[in-house]
């Protein structure tokens, strides 16, 4: 019974703008967003990137499922491993894919056909053979996409807009937070609610506090902006996470040791992670 309640998470991609391969990048990992959930025997996704490929490859022997895949936005970085996902070809599966950053003007359906059309891709989102719906709602909304599981949503701070995620089951939660620019006005406070008492927060720390002035605008955090949110709401364990792609091994060694100074406990996500609550 323990373990039907157990919550977890795995890292498949934790670098952000674009995929990095090489030796400078394979202790971390080269591949974008993509974090796998699993709420007892449910699971559910987040974001779309890169790694991506790798959970569906993982996922052949567990096939006929059904899995509920959630974006935090469509910029390219996040949803780029839609067409390469397995899942989605296999007509026993069902899939549902959902985004709270488009309405009214976009549809989730809309936009990814726009992703995988010529001339940019050779075939449209009508090859997944998998039971396939796109779902969209309006971040700040509260679901339950699986029995026992909440799922309370937020908007973020990004250009085109994203949306921050709480995942609540069996007493415990985990918080995922990528793709958001802090506030030069203090402390984003709808951050801060949807992550308080939060067990593990999975923040955007694409830049360093030195970094950030030659970036604002462009929609991401810091490590240190991270640390004051995870002090401010009270958080367990702060995860860093959406690399940036110039910062390898050896630079985010430097991150992990920093934060983890500042804010004991704090780790940097790296592919091939699982953090259980």
């Known amino acids: 019974m323990a373990e039907q309640k157990s919550l977890s998470v795995r890292f498949w991609g934790v670098r952000g703008s674009i995929a990095c391969a090489g030796h400078a990048y394979e202790r971390y990992g080269g591949n974008t967003s993509c974090i796998e959930v699993l709420c007892g025997g449910e699971r559910i996704v987040f974001d779309a ?27 390219l970085d996040h949803v780029v491993g839609i067409p390469f996902f397995s899942c989605l070809f296999n007509p026993d599966n069902r899939v549902r894919l959902w985004a709270g950053h488009l309405l009214p003007d976009h549809t989730l359906k809309e936009v990814i056909s726009m992703v995988m059309a010529d001339p940019l891709f050779p075939v449209p989102p009508a090859i997944f053979t998998a039971r396939t719906e796109f779902l969209d709602f309006t971040a700040g909304e509260t679901l339950t996409p699986k029995p026992g599981v909440t799922l309370r949503t937020a908007p973020l701070n990004h250009p085109n807009g994203a949306t921050g995620y709480r995942i609540e089951f069996g007493g415990k939660s985990i ?10 006005d203090g402390i984003d406070r709808t951050i801060v609610d949807l992550v308080r008492d939060t067990d593990i927060l999975i923040y955007d720390a694409t830049y360093t506090d030195a970094e950030y002035p030659k970036f604002a605008g462009w929609g991401h955090s810091t490590w240190q902006e991270g640390v004051r949110v995870a002090n401010a709401a009270g958080v367990g364990q702060l995860v860093l ?3 940036d792609p110039s910062h390898d091994d050896i630079f985010m060694d430097g991150v992990a040791a920093a934060a983890a100074a500042a804010r004991p406990g704090t780790i940097v996500a790296r592919e091939g992670l699982t953090l259980t609550p």
């Open 175 to 184: 918080c995922y937070v990528t793709d958001t620019e802090h506030r030069a």
């Open 49 to 75: 990137g890169t790694g991506l490929r790798a959970l569906g490859a993982s996922l052949k022997e567990a096939e006929p499922l059904t899995l509920d895949l959630f974006l935090t936005h469509s910029h």
């Open 241 to 243: 996470f959406h690399h």
